[in-house]
């Protein structure tokens, strides 16, 4: 594994420090730094885009600035790039969450509450339904190949906390499921970007071989 300039994009919420600790831990090599700097963004071989909490205050933090808007949304077109949790329902056409919100349009569909989920799946469930949030570990069924599921088991056990889940309008994009209640989105790809609703750095020994094979990756599916 050869030197990488990775950037954990910082829009103030999200597990940063252990996001930086989880990709030095499997890259030691590369250079990893937590920044908003529009600079730092523009330079980056790669980018990891991790939030949690509310999705209005993350993207409030995100629109504060042209420059860092323009850097983070021209990565997003040429760079490898990882959302994690807020990070992939911002690649989204819009967010129910906090009053409705417009997301990057990046990919097709849309973010729901989980309350929500009947009314979407004309009341048809998946299995019966948990607590909310969604916290804790479940499974991901892998629907796709995609290099970021090397060496991960179909089926592999990951950690979740989300009270949103995305609902996809585009089979092609969907890299992986989950069930809790619905059958949700929790793997996305497209292109160069790949995005996941549970944290890598929070899932042991398969949210690290995510992390690496993220690395490894050159934006290539």
Known sequence: MGLHRVVIVDLGTGNLRSVSKAVSAVSPKSEVSVSADPAAISGADRLILPGQGAIGTWL???RQGPELEEAVMRGLRDKPVL?????LQALYRHSSESGGQPGFDLLAGRVRHFSEAE??????RAQSGGKIPHMGWNRVR??????LWQDIPDGERFYFVHSYYVHSEDPEQVAGETEYGI????AAMRNNLFAVQFHPEKSQYAGLTLIKNFINWNGDC
Do not use: A, Y
């Open 60 to 62: 409030n933090q995100f």
């Open 183 to 186: 059958r949700f989105t929790s």
């Open 119 to 124: 009314s979407d799946f004309g009341g048809v």
């Open 142 to 147: 892998h629907c796709k190949e995609h290099p």
């Open 83 to 87: 959302g994690i949790c807020l990070g």
